[in-house]
Antibody, heavy 121, light 107 residues
């Protein structure tokens, strides 16, 4: 069974930094594209970033480009999101998601339960 | 930036057919996927590549696409289908992926 467990969400002041982690199990992590998606409380989904199986392809949403950095450690079955220059509008639940197999890896098909990041003074 | 547009809400009676639309300039050339999100839960993929259903998704869920519009159809909607539904697709560059604003389905 695919399991994705996010961690690292806390309250952080505007301008601060934070690193989220996602521990994966139940599938061959090193073979799949992975995503970060966020959802502000009571709002819709927003795609944040994806990283290919080997880290060779990385893309970001416009609102986080230049501030967030995605990475992965295939030896630890872990996905990370480094967040800098945080803004109040970055407050959201952050979901880690596994991509479908092969060329459909750009489509998330299994999601974690999310970790809440609150940017507030 | 790229946007996908959905109606904020759709309402049907149990057993009726619910149709949720998603419009975007790149949809004539890009596949759409659809997610169901029930209150307090993580999203669930119900349709990908316009009209393909993942294993375990009921047959009453189907998808189609024509020109700049993709449509999720729930034939014989059930009370348990009440949820928020989001479309998802890339822009023309294939370097940016976007969710629609979401549609609240009331059954």
């Amino acid at each position: 069974e695919v399991q994705l467990v996010e961690s690292g969400g806390v309250v952080v002041p505007p301008g601060g930094s934070l690193r989220l982690s996602c521990a994966a199990s139940g599938f061959t992590f090193r073979s799949y594209t992975m995503h970060w998606v966020r959802q502000a409380p009571g709002k819709g989904l927003e795609w944040v970033s994806l990283i290919s199986w080997d880290g060779g392809s990385i893309y970001y949403g416009d609102s986080v480009k230049g501030r967030f950095t995605v990475s992965r450690d295939n030896s630890r079955n872990s996905l990370y999101l480094e967040m800098k220059s945080l803004r109040t509008e970055d407050t959201a639940f952050y979901y880690c998601a596994k991509g479908r197999e092969g060329i459909t890896g750009t489509i998330p098909d299994h999601w974690g339960q999310g970790t809440l990041v609150t940017v507030s003074s | 930036s790229y946007e996908l547009t959905q109606p904020p809400s759709v309402s049907v009676s149990p057993g009726q057919t619910a149709r949720i639309t998603c419009s975007g300039d790149a949809l004539p050339k890009k596949y759409a996927s659809w997610y169901q999100q029930k209150s307090g839960q993580a999203p669930l993929l119900v349709i990908y590549e316009d009209n393909r259903r993942p294993s375990g998704i009921p047959e009453r869920f189907s998808g189609s696409s024509s020109g700049p519009m993709a449509t999720l159809t729930i034939t014989g909607a059930q009370v348990e289908d009440e949820a928020d539904y989001y479309c998802y697709s890339p822009d023309s560059s294939d370097h940016l992926w976007v969710f629609g604003g979401g549609t609240k389905l009331t059954v």
